[in-house]
């Protein structure tokens, strides 16, 4: 019995305690509850969200009165009508909605075939080189590398010092909208190989295989194969891309110049430039709009993709 007891590792002894003292503080008949107290954290931030758009919404119905800079008592739709007749307003929500759809297909025509590349390469070397240069972007903050292309693209910058040498004048790379469309590329691009990837890696390897053997060319082994079976991974990145492109605020803003403002930029003005909280909050509730409408009609003609919930249906 001694040397029983004595077998008896001390971690074990802890583990009991702790087992025994969890029984007595939450007791058998309260195990319906564990998956509810497991979903209170998310409740909790959803019924933050719906706090803070209430609020918002709150917030754009009323007005800036400009002798005392303060909002008004009364509830009114000026602000929407603001938002919806000024050409400017309507000059920058078509700027966004038109460049969140242009950096879309951009990312996922160069996402699609550096992800199918890291995931069919046989060499360990070359995978491990991709996944690094894949991470990479993300220790490097969006503002960080935002200046740096403001160091690479500008009129004393490193693109125009290689033309120069060629003997061609300086090009004007900054502050239009080229310049953001293109920031905003290279930032979406690792987030479209990652929603890309796990779509890539469930396809096997036997299906372009017999593919071949039944005389497709890589080509239509391609476009016939690899393209459908990889279409949940593409509809759940351009949903990703989309969205954060449309709502994104750092690339308009540094790479545009102030020129070339997305909803976000239009939405910081009116609350930290001209402290209209009204128009701001109307402004970001269209941008809610907005986005839920996108995702909404992606969701109606393509489905969910891998953002779905449950099974794939084949």
Known sequence: MRAARAA?????????????????????????????????????LVGLLVLGLVQITDTSLRTL????????????????????????????????????????????????PYAYVMVRTPSAGLRKFLL????????????????????????QGMVNEALG????????????YPAVLFGLVQYMLPFGVLMLAPALTAIPEEFEAAAGSLGANWVRTFIHVVLPLARPGIIGAGIVVI??????FAMPAILGGG????????????FFRTSDQGLGATLALMLVAVGSLVVGLIFTLFGAGTLAMGRTRR
């Open 65 to 112: 009165d400009t002798s005392t800079f303060m909002m008004s008592q009364d509830y009114t739709l000026a602000n929407y009508h603001r938002a919806f007749t000024e050409p400017f307003f309507a000059t920058v929500a078509m700027r966004s909605l038109l460049g969140a759809l242009i950096v879309t297909v951009i990312t996922l025509a160069f996402a699609f």
């Open 132 to 155: 690094i240069a894949l991470f990479l972007p993300f220790f490097i903050g969006q503002v960080v590398r935002a200046y740096g292309w403001l160091i690479i693209l500008g009129n």
């Open 8 to 44: 008896y590792p001390m971690t074990w002894r802890i583990m009991d305690a702790l087992e025994a003292f969890a029984a007595f503080v939450w007791p058998a008949n309260f195990k319906r509850a564990v998956p509810y107290l497991m979903l209170a954290p998310a409740i909790l």
């Open 165 to 176: 040498l060629v003997g061609v004048e300086p090009m004007r790379l900054l502050y239009n």
């Open 243 to 248: 969205t954060l492109s449309l709502t994104d």
């Open 259 to 270: 020129s070339q403002d997305f909803i976000a930029n239009a939405i910081y003005d009116q």
